[in-house]
């Protein structure tokens, strides 16, 4: 059967309906309106089963960086899984993709960052850093050091592991997360919790806090502190520049191994290979998934640094994934590597792309209903506030304005994700300035249309 659309869509939206269980989803409610069906793809641009383009202003989930429609990605698996489609890197057997791509990326992270463990995913490589963090410190003959630190309203994945890291209270909510053993601080989201100080202290204060958790759990026994660069998930909230020198002071201060979550800042998001670069931070071990084949084939991974592998080294680490190191997975982030590096992409947008954005972006900010517009790289949100002067929240349940606003994006072929009352775009890289002019015209046609709406409705109400 031919994967393209065959079936009316109203066929393939009951088909879906009555077998597809959607994630992050009530899937009563998507039932019900029926959900929106992509048949192809190409560059920034999706199409929908109705024939309607639609721009992607969010890079698939995060992940599209080289864009959509590359060829050479879907060639290099064909010729892998015509020369060896599975095997496995378990029992004292090795193979050449995973080879080459754990040398490639030692290559182009910083530093020490030398060695990589293979996962499926950036949920399952956030699971190995909460068992390899562990090993450390057990190995090093200081086991007590169990706890790691996380924040509130970060993404770290959906597994067990990864669902107790990310601070996220709606998942805590069901299915008995966190697991044991991991502790959250609060997050340096000045617009949201800044109150009157300013965002420089108040990013010393947010930093602050990993000390004093660090002091108030007793050093002795905490293994790691773990974030995102910039979080994603939580609503692109982008830290005040004094917060990361003063996680890193913390860290150094303390002999904790920090983990930088780069699922999303990785390869070229802010216009570095890995955010970490773009804020001068060292981290032990980096999570890297979503960008680092383009989303073209599921692979994540940790990349370690010498220290930390050499010391779970001298052990059999009891961990792995069937599909660590997946050898067609493996030779599609390859080619993926080759393409971000050879057309220059990751210093297109941080010499090019990224600025023009950022200045486009913040031109959204005069819009009665935006707080603030902010970006850094190709990653930028919206605060949408009934009152700017107060920066208040809306009246009503958080995430209903969101969720208006992005109904409208949608009905204007925009893909513009809404993390309750902040709207958020992180774009293929390879985007242009054009089609940014594009985007931000619908995003702005779409905050008309929903300012008109709140104040038909008589929503225009802060807490
Ligand atoms: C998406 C994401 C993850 C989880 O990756 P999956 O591949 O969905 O398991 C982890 N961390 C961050 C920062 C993410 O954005």
Redesign the pocket.
Do not use: M
């Given at each position: 059967m031919p994967l393209t659309n065959t079936l009316p869509t109203a066929d393939l939206q009951a088909l879906d309906a009555a077998h597809h269980m959607h994630p992050f989803t009530a899937n009563g409610a998507l039932a019900e309106k029926g959900a929106r069906i992509i048949t192809r793809a190409d560059g920034v641009r999706l199409t929908d089963s109705e024939g309607v383009e639609l721009i992607d202003g969010m890079a698939g989930?995060?992940c599209v960086n080289i864009g959509y429609g590359r060829h050479e990605l879907a060639e290099a698996a064909a010729r892998q899984m015509r020369e060896l489609p599975f095997y496995n890197t378990f029992f004292q057997t090795s193979h050449v993709p995973a080879i080459t791509l754990a040398a490639k990326l030692a290559e182009l992270a910083p530093d020490n960052l030398n060695h990589v463990f293979f996962a499926g995913?950036?949920?399952?490589?956030?699971d190995t850093n909460i068992r390899l963090v562990r090993q450390y410190w057990a190995l090093k003959g200081q086991p007590e050091r169990r706890t790691i630190i996380a924040r509130r309203n970060?993404?770290?994945?959906?597994?067990m592991g990864?669902g107790s890291l990310?601070g996220m209270a709606a998942m805590h909510a069901q299915g008995g997360m966190p697991i044991p053993g991991i502790v959250h601080i609060d997050q340096p989201y000045w617009w949201g919790e800044g109150g009157d100080t300013t965002p420089e202290a108040f990013g010393l204060e947010r930093a602050g806090q990993l000390e004093a958790k660090i002091l108030e759990l007793g050093p002795e026994n905490v293994a790691a502190f773990i974030a995102?660069p910039v979080q994603?998930?939580g609503g692109v909230i982008i830290p005040p520049e004094s917060y990361w020198p003063e996680v890193q002071r913390i860290v150094d201060q303390y002999g904790i191994l920090l983990i930088a979550?780069?699922?999303?800042?990785g390869f070229g998001r802010l216009g570095h290979w890995f955010g970490s670069q773009s804020y001068g931070i060292r981290p032990h071990i980096m999570?890297v998934?979503?960008g680092l084949s383009s989303g073209y084939q599921?692979i994540?991974g940790s990349i370690v640094c010498d220290e930390v592998a050499q010391v779970v080294a001298q052990d059999e680490f009891n961990h792995g994934y069937t599909y660590s190191g997946h050898p067609v997975a493996a030779a599609v982030a390859l080619e993926n590597l080759r393409i971000l590096a050879e057309e220059r992409i990751v210093d297109r947008v941080r010499e090019t792309t990224a600025p023009y954005l950022a200045q486009a972006w913040s031109s959204l900010s005069d819009h009665p209903l935006v707080g603030e517009a902010v970006s850094r790289g190709l990653m930028a949100s919206l605060a949408l506030t009934p009152d700017k002067a107060s920066r208040a929240g809306f009246a009503m349940e958080p995430g209903t304005a969101g969720y208006i606003c992005r109904e409208y994006c949608f009905a204007n072929n925009l893909v513009m994700r809404h993390v309750g009352d902040r709207m958020i775009i992180a774009p293929p890289l390879v985007i242009t300035n054009v089609d940014i002019d594009m985007l931000i015209d619908r995003a702005r046609r779409a905050l008309d249309q929903t300012l008109a709406h709140l104040h038909r409705d008589g929503l225009m109400m802060a807490r």
């Open positions: 989930l995060w995913s950036g949920s399952e490589a956030n970060a993404y770290h994945g959906s597994t990864g990310g995102e994603g998930a979550d780069e699922v999303i800042t999570t998934a979503k599921p994540g």
